[in-house]
């Protein structure tokens, strides 16, 4: 957590109140609970999408008419911090406050402020309600958008390209992210890329390990699988695992792959086939007319 408060005060939160209606920037709870698990689905999947978004806040002990009610019981700060982290891996950066005022008698009210977060952030794990269904969908974005929380579409994926190119630990040079930029707009023309990053579309891990051997055999005099595995940012113990089919890709592996081997940005999403004597015109045209020169 951070030690100085720059968004959170009583009086922003006044502020907040008084505009009355809820927007992509903040949204009215009466309150935030750790426990029931369908009450922390909920809150979590708001702060993923606050901070793919931008960051913003949760106006604690307001209805959604903006009604000041108070609430009920207060999040320790820390015990959130922990919780988040043990579900999706990661530390989200938020600053918790609680304030007593007097409204015909005490109230406690809040303002949970979610920073900005610099790479995509995702729960790697379905968080289901009582009837099995998911309240937060594994692997996928969540943004703010129309007031809610809710999956990006194509409209939203233009502004998290560059936070996907940053998943993980590896750090674009400006060349590749300039190159991102220039790309953005042809993302839209492929319907099944979409759909991924709308968590619709599904392709299994066998598929994903064909296409991953294919690159591996253009490549394999400049790469060991395991040199390639850490370009592409598998986990170390799990390198064999991606190349078997035994492993299921993050968007982070995808977008590496076609920007670091200049693959079109379909090529995991479209059935192009290879074989010795049949390259197609493109990038692997490319490269075998240098190996063969």
Not at 212 to 229: H, P
Request: with cysteine.
């Amino acid at each position: 957590m951070r030690s100085i408060y720059m968004y959170n005060s009583l009086e922003k939160f006044y502020e907040l109140v008084e505009k009355g209606t809820e927007n992509n920037r903040w949204d009215y709870k009466r309150d935030i609970q750790l426990n029931p698990n369908n009450s922390f689905a909920n809150l979590l999947k708001d702060i993923l999408a606050f901070a793919n978004s931008g960051g913003g806040w949760l106006v604690l002990g307001v209805e959604d008419n903006s009604e000041i009610l108070g609430v009920e019981k207060q999040v320790d700060p820390t015990s959130l911090g922990q919780k988040i982290q043990d579900i999706i891996g990661e530390q989200i950066m938020f600053d918790l406050n609680y304030y007593d005022i007097y409204i015909e008698s005490v109230k406690t009210v809040g303002l949970l402020y979610v920073y900005n977060s610099e790479k995509l952030l995702v729960s790697p794990v379905n968080l289901n309600n009582d009837k099995g269904r998911p309240i937060v969908n594994e692997n996928t974005i969540y943004y703010r958008r129309n007031a809610s929380s809710i999956k990006a579409n194509i409209d939203d994926l233009n502004s998290l390209i560059y936070k996907v190119s940053q998943l993980g630990k590896y750090e674009f040079k400006k060349e590749d992210i300039d190159l991102i930029k220039s790309k953005k707009s042809e993302y839209a023309f492929f319907k099944n890329e979409n759909a991924f990053f709308r968590g619709e579309f599904k392709f299994s891990a066998a598929t994903f390990a064909d296409k991953l051997n294919t690159i591996f055999t253009f490549y394999q005099s400049e790469y060991t699988k395991y040199e390639m595995g850490i370009l592409l940012g598998f986990e170390v113990n799990a390198i064999d695992d991606y190349f078997e089919g035994k492993r299921f890709p993050k968007l982070e592996h995808l977008l590496r792959a076609v920007e670091m081997f200049d693959l079109p940005h379909d090529y995991f999403f479209s059935n192009y086939n290879f074989d010795e004597k049949t390259v197609y015109t493109g990038t692997f045209n490319y490269i075998c007319n240098i190996r063969e020169n």
